[in-house]
């Protein structure tokens, strides 16, 4: 369902030194296995699919009915990693224009994404004329984001169908027992799930902080599951014929090279939210102690026009990761003109799926001389079953790298700077001291 191709990094890295590492790729995978490395108290994510019931899933798959006969507009409200995978799948696999064309399901809203009040009041003229429902998601139940748009939400729904009836219109995922979410679900008798306390944001778009958004935009989580599950059992195989080890060295080596920037590059629209899900995983999880290396994303063709030039001149301390999807779901060629002024006869009658393959491999082969180590992901198609299998590949090649920079891959320390700050600034009582501080560096 995967599969990795290192030649485009060859001229860079020799498979001998890729192997030189097996050593301490095995080291990782055995501190994840007997749960004895960095963090292991949020390893919960690390035999999840194989552990998912079937009543789990169906318990998801009817809250997800049910929002769906009363809502048009299902509000997801969360942030990081309680808002990215569900995000990322769901456009992965609605397509392009689905949400117009096909109004047999819900559309899927995003909200507590940001601060921004054009943004939520923007939201909430939508939502004067629609009838919708609300999942909102957070681990800790305080992150600030989340709350500020909840309490906005939680007021409109009151007014739009009063107390009562806008309880039922209310999902929360949350831990099982801490936080102020969980206090306000128990208060007011909202339907919820919990999230497991071993497994961290980042690694939750296979627990119901994925999986109801995801069933609630009209897919199948049981073939999801039934994806990641196949990617647990191939990427515990022996380093040749792992995926996720044979990823994870590699960029471990380039890395120890001075790329210290991997761009992801997808040639398909489908999986630009894939892209903001796969750079919170790896950039939270490896960014720490001074090590990381920066994740950044591009969607080619387009950004060829944008930061094309760049990747194929600039500083030379990038490597891409290219998703290679093998097959669409539509077939479109390029029409023939008898005029032919704009000069395309050379490639009518061809696919456009043919037209973006060549511009794949011509890149690649352009950036690989141009000084940038290409690793290529190669996916059949954009399914559930193969989306499911990415993600526990790329949870996987996460955590081992994570494990082969010696950092631990489950904590964000960094995260906490920018909240005190802004509580500081924002009067948030027992921050006193700290506001003074800060006003006098302003
Ligand atoms: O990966 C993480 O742990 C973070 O990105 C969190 O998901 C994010 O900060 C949101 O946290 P919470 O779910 O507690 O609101």
């Given at each position: 369902m995967l599969e990795i191709e290192l030649r485009n990094i060859y001229d860079f890295i020799k498979p001998d030194e890729?192997?030189?590492?097996?050593?301490n790729v095995k080291s990782a995978n055995e501190m994840l296995?007997?749960?004895?490395?960095?963090?292991?108290?949020?390893?919960?994510?690390?035999?999840?699919p194989s552990r998912t019931s079937e009543d789990e899933i169906n318990?998801?798959?009817?809250?997800?009915?049910?929002?769906r006969s009363m809502s048009e507009i299902i509000l997801v409200i969360g942030i990081g990693g309680s808002y990215l995978g569900a995000r990322a799948v769901i456009e992965a696999l609605n397509g392009n224009f689905r949400v117009l064309s096909d109004k047999k399901f819900p559309l899927v809203l995003f909200a507590g994404i940001n601060l921004d009040e054009d943004y939520h009041k923007e939201l909430l003229d939508i939502l004067n004329d629609h009838d919708y429902s609300v999942i909102v998601i957070s681990k800790s139940g305080t992150t600030t984001e989340p709350a500020v748009a909840f309490r906005i939400i939680r007021k409109h729904l009151e007014s739009k169908y009063g107390k009562a009836n806008s309880r039922k219109r209310i999902v929360a995922i949350t831990d099982k027992s801490k936080g102020v979410l969980r206090k306000l679900a128990d208060e007011e008798n909202y339907e919820s799930f919990v999230i497991p306390d071993n497994v961290g944001g980042r690694f939750s778009v296979l627990t119901p902080v994925g999986l109801l958004p995801i069933a609630s935009a009209g897919f199948d989580i049981n073939k999801l599951i039934d994806g990641a599950r196949e990617s647990e059992r191939i990427c515990k195989l022996e380093f040749e014929n792992n995926p996720s080890d044979l990823y994870a060295s590699a960029r471990y080596a380039l890395y120890r090279k001075g790329k210290v920037i991997e761009i992801f590059a997808t040639y398909n629209s489908r999986l630009i939210y894939f892209a903001e899900w796969w750079k919170q995983l790896?950039?939270?999880?490896?960014?720490?102690?001074?090590?990381?290396i920066f994740p950044a994303s591009v969607n080619f063709t387009s950004d060829l026009h944008s930061l094309g030039q760049l990747i194929q001149d600039g500083c030379r301390n990038i490597f891409e990761t290219v998703i290679s999807v093998e097959s669409y779901r539509h077939t479109l060629e390029l029409p023939e003109d008898e005029d032919d002024i704009d000069d395309l006869n050379f490639i009518s009658g061809k696919r456009l799926g043919e037209i973006n393959k060549m511009a794949e491999l011509g890149t690649s082969l352009a950036h690989r001389e141009g000084g940038v180590p290409v690793i290529n992901i190669k996916v059949p198609e954009i399914s559930e079953l193969t989306i499911g299998f990415i993600i526990y590949f790329f949870e996987k090649a996460c955590a081992v790298s994570g494990y082969l920079n010696d950092v631990n891959p489950f904590d964000q320390p960094g995260v906490e700077a920018y909240k005190k700050n802004m509580f500081a600034l924002l009067g948030k009582p027992g921050y006193e001291d700290l506001a003074e501080i800060i006003k006098s560096k302003l």
């Open positions: 890729l192997n030189s590492s097996k050593g296995l007997n749960r004895k490395g960095k963090g292991s108290e949020f390893l919960g994510w690390l035999d999840l318990k998801i798959i009817n809250s997800a009915e049910r929002l790896f950039g939270e999880s490896e960014g720490k102690d001074g090590k990381g």
